[in-house]
């Protein structure tokens, strides 16, 4: 079983709408998470952390459930410029390594 | 401007060549990754070090070798070239755990 493991896609979606990518990991002892963001043929950028309460960044909503080692990342109102690959990516103790998960290709249409 | 960079960005050569692919960064963090990108595969760790003379295996370290003498600088070799190499491979840095990991932009290398 893959440490990091997310649904690769892709997701076609039409503008405005909602879509939401899920990923498991499994080491329980897991510290941080992250999502990342991936245009073609550019390196991985931070999206925004994930926090056990749960965190909004405008229209990006980040969820963690430590019980399920669950991540969800909800994005409302998607833009064209949402069109990227997003990268669920956890730190699985306690070192500055990380770990990514494949990604997952969300392609917004108009 | 402060930030990670690698070296060459490009590059092509032969099956059999040694290769070294740059990475230099100017945040003075501990940790330095290689990472390569392939289809299919996502991003899988190559090598990481954790300090300056500290080194460790990531997923996929057969082939590559690495070196940290300072601190800022972590140059990934490969020894002999093969054509399964060919793939983009990223440097990355954080400044430790729970921390943001920086990428560079990326070195694209075909093997032929």
């Known amino acids: 079983r893959k440490e990091v493991e997310q649904d690769p896609g892709p997701f076609n979606v039409p503008e405005g709408a909602t879509v939401a990518f899920n990923c498991t990991y499994s080491?329980?002892?897991?510290?941080?998470f992250f999502w990342y963001r991936q245009d073609c043929r550019k390196e991985p950028k931070l999206l925004m952390s994930?926090?056990?309460s749960g965190n909004e960044d405008g229209r990006f909503t980040a969820q963690l459930n430590r019980a399920s080692q669950y991540i969800s990342l909800l994005i409302r109102d998607s833009k064209l410029s949402d069109s990227a690959t997003y990268l669920c990516v956890v730190n699985p103790g306690n070192t500055g390594k990380l770990i990514f998960g494949q990604g997952t290709t969300l392609q917004v249409k108009p | 401007d402060a930030g990670i960079t690698q070296s060459p960005r490009y590059k092509i050569t032969e099956t059999g060549r040694q290769v070294t692919l740059m990475c230099h960064q100017t945040w003075s963090h501990s940790y330095m990754f290689w990472y390569r990108q392939d289809l299919g595969h996502g991003l899988r760790l190559i090598y990481y070090?954790?300090?300056?003379?500290?080194?460790d295996k990531g997923e996929v370290p057969d082939g590559y070798v690495v070196s940290r003498s300072k601190t800022e600088n972590f140059p990934l070799t490969l020894e002999s070239a093969t054509r399964s190499q060919t793939s983009v491979y990223f440097c990355?840095?954080?400044?430790?755990?729970?921390?943001?990991?920086?990428f560079g932009e990326g070195s694209w290398l075909t093997v032929v």
């Open positions: 994930v926090y056990s």
């Open positions: 990355a840095s954080n400044g430790g755990a729970g921390n943001t990991i920086y």
């Open positions: 070090s954790a300090a300056a003379d500290i080194t």
């Open positions: 080491n329980s002892a897991s510290q941080s």
